[in-house]
């Protein structure tokens, strides 16, 4: 999976359509992201996060009492037993569609206990005010 990251970043290019330029992660984004950025301890976790977002569901009306603030940059988001920490590693054509996709960083952890994973995963939107959705995991 790294070496497929690693693959994608050598193989990006300048987009020529981009709905993603002037976007943020920002506390006031949740409804904007797709719940596949939830902290997913399990496969199936991470099975229902991804049939969640082929329903057309956002992150907040997924799980509707998550909370997110910024720190230094890094949008945090969670609840009670887990954090989440995104952030835009690079922006870039990723697939070879002509449209301007996201990397993001998805840092997750237990907030009670020592679990912790990174994963990566691709993404994009089609118009300028759509959510992001899911591309591919990359890690």
């Keep these: 999976m790294v070496l497929n990251a690693l693959q994608r970043l050598g193989q990006a290019t300048p987009a020529k359509t981009s709905y993603v330029s002037g976007f943020h992660l920002l506390p006031g984004s949740l409804a904007l992201l797709p719940p596949t950025l939830t902290a997913t301890f ?4 991470a099975d229902a996060a ?16 998550i909370k ?18 995104l952030k835009v ?7 070879g569609d002509g449209i301007d996709d996201l990397l993001i960083s998805i840092g997750q952890s237990a907030t009670q206990g020592t679990f912790a994973s990174t994963k990566l995963l691709l993404m994009t939107r089609m118009t300028p005010t759509s959510r992001l959705v899911t591309l591919e995991r990359l890690q």
């Design 89 to 95: 590693v690079a922006r870039a054509d990723f697939d």
């Design 42 to 45: 399990s496969s199936i976790d």
């Design 68 to 85: 997110a603030k910024l720190d230094h940059g890094v949008l945090v988001v969670g609840e009670k037993t887990w954090e989440v920490r």
């Design 50 to 65: 991804y049939m969640a977002e082929s329903k057309g569901k956002s992150w907040l009306s997924y799980q509707p009492r």
